[in-house]
C-alpha cells in the first residue's frame, strides 16, 4: 500500500483544515487507517485512527471534539477534518494504514505517507 497525503498549510488560529490521504491499491478497506503528527522536536504522537469499515473511531484526547476521522473507501481515501485549530496542532501530519484492527501505537502500523504539514499560527 503506498500512501499520499494531502491539504496541509498554513492556517490561523481557530480555522479549520481538512487533510486527505490517498491510497493505492485494490486492498484498502482491509486496513485500518490513523493519523500521527509530529511536532519540532517531539516524537511522533497519535491523532486519530478509524476501522476498516469506518464504523469505529478513536481519538487523543488533545484533539477529541475538533477532529474528524472518515474514509471512503470507494475512493481509497481517508480524511482528517480539523476545525478548532490551535499553534500547537502545528506539525506534520502522517496517515498510517495497519492491516485489521485500531491501533494508537504508531509501531504497529505498517505504511505510512510522507507528511504534510500544518502550521496554525496564533
Known amino acids: 500500500v503506498q500512501l499520499q497525503a494531502s491539504g496541509g498549510g498554513l492556517v490561523q488560529a481557530g480555522g479549520s483544515l481538512r487533510l486527505s490521504c490517498a491510497a493505492s491499491?485494490?486492498?484498502?478497506?482491509?486496513?485500518?487507517m490513523g493519523w500521527f503528527r509530529q511536532a519540532p522536536g517531539k516524537e511522533r504522537e497519535f491523532v486519530a485512527t478509524i476501522s476498516r469499515s469506518g464504523g469505529s473511531s478513536v481519538y487523543a484526547d488533545s484533539v477529541k471534539g475538533r477532529f474528524t476521522i472518515s474514509r471512503d473507501n470507494a475512493k481509497n481515501t481517508v480524511y482528517l477534518q480539523m476545525t478548532s485549530l490551535k499553534p500547537e496542532d502545528t506539525a506534520v501530519y502522517y496517515c498510517a494504514a495497519k492491516a485489521f484492527a485500531m491501533a494508537t501505537a504508531f509501531d504497529g502500523y505498517n505504511y505510512w505517507g510522507q507528511g504534510t504539514l500544518v502550521t496554525v499560527s496564533s
Open positions: 491499491g485494490r486492498t484498502f478497506s482491509s486496513y485500518a
